[in-house]
């Protein structure tokens, strides 16, 4: 991860476990538009510190989309104006965050406020003191380790199926139901350990993969219908504009899964997937790589990160085309 010239520590795993087993009030952050491993992280560890005997509360700049609402999350919203009245922060701690970018309008609110981040990504730049290991499949791995230690410690006395189910979902989603080529043998160790708890994972990986909403399927057959190739079908991209968005009444959170329609394409080595939130020259991009080429490395040339497989950028650009031009050049280019 960048940002080895600032003043943060890359803190130890021992280390991060004493710092989670001090008893503060906590609050837990994770990016916006979190997908399931930055929420499923951030609940699981939310029950660990409850269960732990202190108070704790996750926050997002944007809800809890329809398709993870299964998640048992004890919150009726993830947005900081709903945090209940009573609870006082005595630190924050940030969850599956890469860089200060991706915490949205969070990020201008907390930074220089952040006691602690946990995550998985190999590009990203450091804003706190964390604990931070890119050969985790996922961050639901590495909170994961953390409650079997805090188990082994005496700072818990169980961990609830709750916890459990969060942290397979997690792992689950990130890995792509356990395809991706982030999975190593001791991510199938720990699914194992999690399925041994006895939590529902076929229903789990149903929810996940195998259940969409009419509307989240009408998204995705917006995008493939507004799918190109290009270079000789290597790149696969999908523009998703505001005009297309505001025509049919889709949500943001409906365009999340556009990246697995482009990648899903025969043949494609490099999926791209750009969609223009508001009527603003401001484009999302998503990346996704079935071959050698880092796409991490590609979304750092456009002010971005994530890993090599997986990675995403925010683009400026007057329009769409514009911004799909800047990112097939830089992709040809990698």
Not at 158 to 186: H, M, N, Q
Not at 265 to 293: H, L, N, W, Y
Request: charged residues 25%.
């Amino acid at each position: 991860m960048s940002g080895a010239e600032c003043n943060y520590s890359r803190l130890g795993f021992s280390e991060t476990v004493d710092i989670l087993c001090e008893k503060k009030s906590t609050l837990i952050l994770c990016h916006t538009r979190p997908d399931c491993d930055a929420i499923g992280s951030a609940l699981a560890l939310k029950k660990l510190l409850i269960a732990a005997g202190m108070d704790a509360y996750c926050i997002c700049d944007t809800e809890l989309p329809h398709r993870l609402r299964f998640l048992p999350t004890e919150q009726d919203s993830l947005l900081e104006e709903n945090i209940p009245v009573s609870f006082n922060a005595e630190r924050v701690i940030t969850v599956d965050t890469a860089s200060p970018a991706q915490l949205g309008s969070l990020g201008d609110r907390f930074i220089g406020q952040i006691e602690l981040m946990i995550d998985h990504h190999g590009r990203g730049v450091q804003y706190a003191n964390g604990y931070i290991l890119p050969d985790a499949s996922a961050t639901g791995e590495i909170i994961f380790d953390i409650s079997r230690e805090m188990l082994r410690r005496g700072a818990i006395a169980e961990i609830s199926k709750d916890i459990d189910f969060c942290l397979y979902a997690a792992i689950s989603s990130d890995t792509g139901c356990f395809k991706y080529s982030s999975v190593t043998p001791k991510t199938h160790k720990t699914a194992a350990s999690l399925i041994e708890s006895g939590i529902d994972t076929a229903k789990i990986n149903h929810l996940l993969f195998d259940s969409k909403s009419m509307m989240q399927l009408k998204a995705e057959k917006l995008g493939f219908d507004n799918l190109t190739l290009h270079d000789s079908g290597r790149i696969a991209v999908i523009t998703f504009p505001y005009a297309l968005k505001a025509e049919h009444g889709i949500a943001d959170e409906y365009l999340e899964t556009l990246i697995e329609v482009a990648r899903s394409v025969e043949g494609v080595e490099v999926a791209v997937a750009i969609r223009q939130p508001k009527d603003e020259r401001v484009f999302r991009c998503s990346m996704r790589s079935a071959s050698e080429t880092d796409v991490s490395a590609i979304c750092a040339v456009l002010g971005g990160g994530g890993h090599v497989k997986a990675a995403g950028c925010t683009i400026k650009a007057d329009n769409i085309e514009e911004a799909k031009r800047l990112v097939l050049e830089a992709v040809k280019k990698s």
